[in-house]
């Protein structure tokens, strides 16, 4: 090991002995973005930059497990980037596919968390399998955010919430006193679960792009340069620390 990647280690052993007194998030949010621009300044092509990004997924929640972040949920494909070129989309559903049994065969509780209607129908019944073999002890859920939109979400909860209503035989006046903020959340892709504490998002992007919108209301946010595929150990290290050291408020 050369000088700079023994200082690296030294580094990265500190920032994660300093983190053993504070509290982590339970649950993080990533917006893993820059996949296509680090792929074009490698020279290499869109699908290859997708699947470094894919392998960068599975490597990022083996440091989440051994932080003890009980819940994480990954951006992988939102409702804007069905829009891209098929022969793109058609690489990426395979990579997410592939990706997303990693993360099942690697002891994950797999939850889908977005629009299954949006991709091919191999592909939900590849997630809904893994999410029924799910194992139930595991330490680590990963909601897997695809096909995902902060807006589509909210309006299928509300949709939901109607219909579950309506079905009860309630009336419009009934309906409309029902919904509420609790009655919203329990119809969210992540109800059951605690709101994320910590959203990051790489590439230099300082925007939230519909990721968690609800959910989002009191998290803290941490955005770096580096592209997804480039994001390191200390980097999650530093963002961490970074949360450990802020007040929150809560609107206080």
Known sequence: MDDDGLLYRVYERRLTKELEVF????????????NRRWAKEAGESTEHGHRVG????????????????????????????????????TALYEIIASTVEQIAEAGYRVRLTGTAEALPADVRAGIARLQEQAAPESELTVNVAIGYGGREEIVDAVQELVRDLGQKGRSPEEIAAAISVESITEHLYTRGQPDPDLIIRTSGEQRLSGFLLWQSVHSEYWFCETYWPGFRRIDLLRALRDFCRRERRFGA
């Open 23 to 34: 509290e982590l998030p339970q649950h993080l949010g990533v917006i893993v973005d820059g």
């Open 54 to 89: 894919a392998a960068k997924i599975v490597e990022f929640l083996s440091w989440c497990e051994d932080l003890r972040i009980p819940l994480v949920t990954v951006w992988m494909l939102s409702t804007d980037n069905l829009s891209r070129p098929r022969e793109e989309l």
